[in-house]
């Protein structure tokens, strides 16, 4: 009845501790400077309002110093110019760096690190014979792995998923339960994949025939860089007869659909529910934001910031931020405002009949 | 080969027989009035179009008012408004009370009722020893419970769940096939998670280092409170320092998008689709329509309720209700609209000229 | 540890050889006509930038006919019109007929033909022995399946699926991972449902009672017909009193959303991301663009079209292409544009006056 299972999930520990002059030495390249007591016991990362004494926090906004002053963290990261312009006499230490944010991910990385990864195979996991399997792979309850599946080093396949057949799992990749990944695809190394995700189902694509469907086989496959991240219930179609392709770096988050033969550059990071119809090449270095839908066949340039809940519908050819979101209001003021775009053009003729009025009776007066 | 296996979900069973009198005695809060025969043997609940005579149904807007002259439902529910605007002489037993909707979703639970539920253990189902299991837990095939969770009486698990270690179901409360609960997850009481649902994967929490992307452990967790509803493939993710928090009795559809650190108030309704972006704090009694999207870091006061497939931009202060839809027309015509929607700041500028021009003239005429 | 599992997927092979004689013969409904060499041995299928003199390809937009000087593909698939404008002397053979992207899709399918399907019972299925189950049933490793249910012959069930009580699956119907549909749902025959959709799930049904949420039993349940393909990580909820009913033919792409009483027609297309509110009626041959929203209780007539992106607010009565999307834009002309928008009754009062101020005018001048 009862069945003894490994933790399903990496368990956090969070008992290091660690001194303000261990973290800067740890991330020298960060070039951070104490301010204070660098012999500060520290035990955890917290948010100013509710960290204590033995916790390390960071000022991400100039605009919240005032936070500063009452916070009972122990040590406060921030940048030199934050710090230049705070109360004097604050009885508190500071780290100083030119990128405080990425100091305290790195120091909650340091907090939150895993102990050594258990990894042995559950006896409910069903692995292909013909699948080839690095040292150290994790193989949870009910996994299911694939013909000639090659599954790299330190691999962690954690319950209650599915590989497909020829998929290749690079080394350090974090699969949590749930997701299901089709026939030959990849995923690079130190990738996590959440659950629920989708990989490689058949990209949609249909040839009409007087009104029904003809289904076009997806013979593609979707290839996912190093370094991802694939969130919750994300899902990403295999290509029609090449490749979808996500290059190294990319952060996907929750509920994000991309299309077949999508091609995102590397270091993108595409917010939750994002929606990329089929054959749309995004660039290096995109943001999209949240609900954001780019229609299929377009291009967008690398360095493109993309506004929560814009739609694009055509070609972005320059690094910007672009933005197209109808602007929300209390609904009587909206059926007022929508009722007038619905007849933009006659408002535009009404325009043009007041400026020909005028030109007619210039023309009368001189 | 054949593994007898319990219903993987509750039984159904529509075979109880009930008249309005014992209807009315039941709900006696909403103090119904029969009008007509008590005594009817009612076995179910229907629509007014297709009704038979051993069924009761509702009008819930009186402008339907013509289809309670011509179903053959045996009785039908409504407010005391809508029956005294009735034609006189219907033959037929009406129950009036001042919450008819309420009343009928009442009568369709009783109908509805579930068998005792069976629970038992299946034999593929693995529970880690450390977990502390309370009476009458259901655990269906492949589930798999992690360490140290703590699972409440009455609790169902029905098929194919994970739950991390640490997790807590609160009693009663029901899952479906196919859920993944992350480590250190709470749901309270009574609550119910749809199938595909993904509690408590990491939020999307990244320090950007000269274009790459540094990962903030996500070490809050998500904690759920009682008679909470979860739809299908929504995803709720875990805070990054602290919890995302979901109050009682909130109802959430499919499709959802919670991101990290959100607070959602007690009573809301969130309907399929809807995004709201991370450590955004939804009042209580809020009701969020279709693919509504919520920026982060907002604020919606109680009471609001969002149109459908509108974007929250900015922090709602006051209750009301809110809507920012492009409203859809013809491809031809929106072409047009659009394009002159792109350009207002020149038509206002036109605007501005006329007005000059005609100031100018009531000078120059003066 | 490890166990043989047959593929978890079907397995395409592309060693088929075949002539462009021997194409047009076995696609004769198509009236395909060969020009060229009639011979020619062919092995598979590409785009024109990257197919070798062994594959066969299609020009399906005649402004891209120059690629067609440049390819290597063997074959080109056209209309007869784009071959009539290409230049004289090109050394290559054509096929053209009346739809080339449906003779392209079936050659496409002929040479991704699948083996016959391997079909056996996986140990670690669980089949309620009261499930009555047709020849050459495949199921997969931890797949579930409830009381009652009847699956049709050479149904491929993949693995981690769950079917819950009394489903009927018809016969050739292929289910991917991860699908998990609830009691009382029917998928037609040739269907296709890819991983992580759920198909069942309570409709979003509640009354309102002084605040609180009072659950409205789902007691319909979700009808799908013939030939119909359900992406991933799509939704179909159940009806509340009658079923949810998806017509013959239907197409629905990734991370639908489609709410309980829904009816969509036969052979309606529905692209990613789309969510339809309930019992609201989709008619036949509609085309939904990506992420379109279409309120609830509304219809949609035959034959519509909706771009993508768009939101469907009111019946639409009449076939057409529909749009309503907010025009993308630089940011900061957004912001000027948006800060119009929400004061567009301004603009038009100051129209208002400027004509009344003219008329006036007229009037005095007179």
């Known amino acids: 009845l009862t069945i003894g299972v490994a933790s399903t999930q990496p368990s956090h ?28 016991p520290l035990s955890g990362v917290a948010p100013l309002g509710t960290a204590r004494a033995d916790q390390i926090s960071f000022l991400s906004n100039p605009k919240y110093s005032a936070q500063v002053t009452q916070t009972k963290a122990g040590v406060v990261i921030l940048s030199e110019q934050a710090y230049g312009v705070l109360p ?19 120091a909650a990385q340091y907090f939150a690190y895993e102990n050594a990864p258990a990894h042995f195979v559950h006896p409910s996991a069903c692995i292909s014979a013909s699948a080839s399997v690095a040292e150290g792979v994790h193989f949870g309850p009910n996994v299911v792995v694939g013909e000639r599946c090659r599954i790299g080093s330190g691999v962690r396949l954690l319950a209650n998923i599915t590989l497909g057949d020829d998929c290749v799992i690079g080394e350090g990749t974090r699969i949590y339960p749930g997701v299901h990944i089709y026939r030959g695809c990849k995923i690079g190394a130190r990738g996590i994949v959440h659950s629920g995700a989708v990989i490689g189902a058949d990209g949609f694509g249909f040839a009409n025939d007087d009104g029904q469907w003809v289904k076009i086989p997806q013979t593609g496959a979707v290839a996912i860089g ?13 290509g029609a007869m090449s490749d979808t392709v996500i290059g190294d770096g990319v952060k996907i988050d929750n509920q994000v659909q991309i299309g077949h033969n999508v091609e995102v550059g590397d270091h993108t990071a595409i917010a939750g529910c994002v929606g990329i119809a089929g054959s749309t090449r995004i660039g290096r270095g995109v943001q999209l934001g949240g609900a954001a839908m780019i229609l299929g066949h377009l291009s967008i340039a690398d360095g493109v910031i993309v506004s929560a809940a814009s739609t694009v519908t055509r070609d972005i050819t320059t690094a910007g ?7 929300i209001d209390e609904n009587a003021r909206w059926e007022r405002t929508a009722a007038i775009v619905r007849n933009l053009d006659k408002m535009r003729d009404r325009i043009r009949r007041l400026e020909a009025l005028l030109n007619q009776r210039d023309g009368t007066e001189k």
Chains 1, 2, 3 share one sequence.
Do not use: H, M, W
């Open 226 to 238: 190093d370094d991802c991240e694939v969130g919750a219930n994300t899902t990403i179609d295999r």
């Open 13 to 40: 520990v969070q008992q290091r501790i660690v001194t303000p002059d261990e973290l800067v030495r740890k991330f020298s390249a960060l070039s951070g400077v104490v301010r204070g007591d660098g012999g500060l």
């Open 321 to 327: 931020f672009y933005t197209g979101i109808f602007p």
């Open 88 to 106: 004097d006499k604050l009885d508190k230490t500071f780290i100083t760096c030119a990128k405080p944010y990425v100091f305290f991910a790195l």
